[in-house]
């Protein structure tokens, strides 16, 4: 398929990718959303350049205005379900063409907070497939498999389409770094049909605990 083709196919898949990230609500409080967002300390985030390197530059940062870290979870969270964060932050890098890269960030009274978000979280991802069959939601996941590791965190590889578009899958490769109170998910989209590389998470979970361990610990 030409790239034209694939990007007038994969069009509403930023969109329709919420159902990974998180399903988007019927309406959302930016009012809300801003307030809890004020409340995090915005140097948290990662720069562009901190990101995971790709084959294509990052441009700079949106910053949601609609997150709702209360409700909002990483991928495959169960939308809508009590997170137990007191604060969020959410930012999207995007690349031209091929890669978005969600830094979304949560912030918990406390550690345990923290920690039960997490486990909640590795508990939704059991059911992540059962939960997004084909032709059953706007979105398929076929396999989420762990990719191997960076500064001693996971990543995992989740590999997802969709509907109608079944069989032109995409990747999101998923580093979680719980670390004080607070949680950041660096939650890489790739676009490219087919297997490709792991990619390289190290820099980026290092500059991660940095910032957490600085700010929130």
């Not at 562009?48 to 700079?60: L, R, T």
């Not at 590389?197 to 940095?210: H, S, Y």
Request: one cysteine or more; aromatic letters at 10%; a negative charge.
């Amino acid at each position: 398929m030409h790239l034209p083709a694939v990007r007038a196919a994969l069009g509403g898949v930023t969109v329709v990718c919420a159902m990974l990230l998180t399903a988007l609500p019927a309406t959302a409080s930016a009012a809300s959303a801003s307030t809890a967002q004020a409340e995090v300390d915005r140097a948290v985030l990662l720069t562009k350049a901190d990101q995971p390197p790709v084959s294509e530059s990052y441009g700079e940062p949106w910053v949601n205005p609609y997150f709702e870290p209360g409700v909002t979870g990483p991928t495959c969270w169960e939308y809508g379900r009590d997170t137990g964060a007191s604060a969020g932050v959410s930012a999207r890098f995007s690349t031209p063409t091929w890669f978005h890269s969600y830094n979304d960030v949560w912030v918990f009274p406390n550690a345990d907070g923290a920690a039960a978000f997490e486990r909640q979280w590795r508990a939704d991802l059991a059911t992540c497939v059962d939960r997004n069959r084909p032709g059953e939601t706007g979105s398929v996941v076929y396999d989420i498999t762990g990719a191997g590791e960076a500064d001693g965190v996971e990543v995992l590889r989740v590999t997802a389409a969709t509907n109608p578009y079944s069989t032109l899958t995409y990747h999101f490769w998923v580093a979680l770094v719980r670390q004080g109170r607070a949680v950041y998910a660096v939650q890489l989209l790739d676009y490219r049909h087919g297997d490709p590389q792991l990619m390289p998470f190290d820099g980026t979970v290092a500059k991660i605990k940095a910032k957490l361990a600085e700010r929130y610990p």
